[in-house]
């Protein structure tokens, strides 16, 4: 089955049709006489021929039960415009309690026809007012990650921590740890032996820690380093790449509240970029074999499996890891 659009039983044909097309921009797709298709979905069908279909006379106009619904990217442009046109108001332009602001006015049958501010300019005005990528959200009560597709990853800053981040950074990961869904079972991840004080203290001494910032709160944090160690030399790799050239991602963890929102992904753009920009051939990542999720994000974002590892780590002991890597071509990801 498919949805095709929505028919409004109109009175005067060509008077809705001038409406539509004066007042709301619509030009007629199809003409049948007694039924018009407008761009959008919209259907006219006269009265007359409306109550053969529905074989009654018992049709009301006006009626509130339902509304043509349209956005606007300029609603004050189009408020400006619609003053001087002959159309009867429902409400004047006001503000939804999540901060879309959207007038409603009748067609010539009564139908309601009500035109908001596009979601995605409500988004960048409170963006754009200060608010952090998560505020937003919150004010308008949908999901992060609904801000993140209007924003682009630019909403978000990759930054390098120091050691006065050393306890925010900490926390974040304690956080990860604490209250991510099914980690346990995956990442196997167990603070105090993996990730440690002490490995967090090497990367932000070496200059290898990054916070994905959201305003002032972390919503990521990953080691990102130079190079690659002695184990990654034991890997039949795909990229021909001297330790040198290659860029090798540790501990990536997603903050609870910005989970499953696409900030993974726009961290690990963020880090290809970087990647990119220090002139590195590959970019380098293991993962454990029974990390399910964390093998199809990967691979998602274009990394090609590169063969499997048997390697002791403190949280899990002797067991396998899956590796991954992606070549980096030169400029930004998409």
Aim: hydrophobic share 40%; aromatic share 12%; with cysteine.
């Amino acid at each position: 089955m498919k949805y095709n659009g929505v028919l409004i039983a109109v009175s005067d044909m060509e008077n809705s049709r001038r409406f539509y097309r004066d007042v709301l921009g619509l030009k007629a797709v199809e003409d049948f006489g007694a039924n018009v298709t407008l761009e959008g979905g919209i259907f006219l069908q006269t009265l007359d021929t409306w109550k053969t279909f529905i074989q009654s006379d018992q049709v009301i106009l006006p009626n509130h039960a339902g509304e043509l619904y349209f956005e606007e990217e300029d609603i004050e442009g189009f408020c400006s415009r619609l003053a001087s046109l002959d159309v009867r108001f429902v409400h004047p332009l006001f503000e939804h309690r999540w901060g879309q602001r959207v007038v409603r006015f009748y067609d010539p049958d009564g139908h309601v026809i009500e035109v908001g501010e596009r979601l995605d300019v409500v988004i960048r005005r409170f963006f754009e007012a200060g608010l952090s990528v998560a505020e937003t959200a919150e004010r308008m009560d949908i999901p992060i990650g609904m801000v993140l597709s209007a924003l682009g990853d630019g909403a978000l800053r990759l930054v390098k921590a120091n050691m006065g981040d050393f306890i925010k950074v900490r926390d974040a990961y304690l956080d990860i740890i604490e209250h991510s869904p099914n980690l346990k079972q995956y990442a196997r991840w167990e603070y105090g032996k993996h990730p440690t004080d002490d490995a967090l203290i090497r990367f932000i001494s070496a200059g290898n820690m990054y916070m994905l910032m959201d305003g002032a709160d972390i919503a990521g944090v990953a080691a990102i380093t130079p190079g690659q160690g002695e184990d990654y030399r034991q890997v039949q790799w795909q990229v021909d790449a001297q330790d040198r050239e290659v860029m090798t991602l540790h501990l990536l963890g997603i903050l609870p509240c910005y989970q499953s929102a696409g900030v993974g992904r726009a961290m690990m753009r963020k880090a290809l970029d970087m990647a990119a920009e220090g002139g590195m051939k590959a970019f380098r990542l293991d993962t454990l074999a029974s990390n399910i999720p964390a093998q199809r994000f990967y691979e998602s974002l274009g990394f090609v499996f590169c063969g499997k590892q048997h390697w002791y780590a403190e949280n899990t002991g002797w067991t396998d890891f899956y590796l991954y890597e992606q070549e980096i071509r030169g400029g930004k990801t998409e």
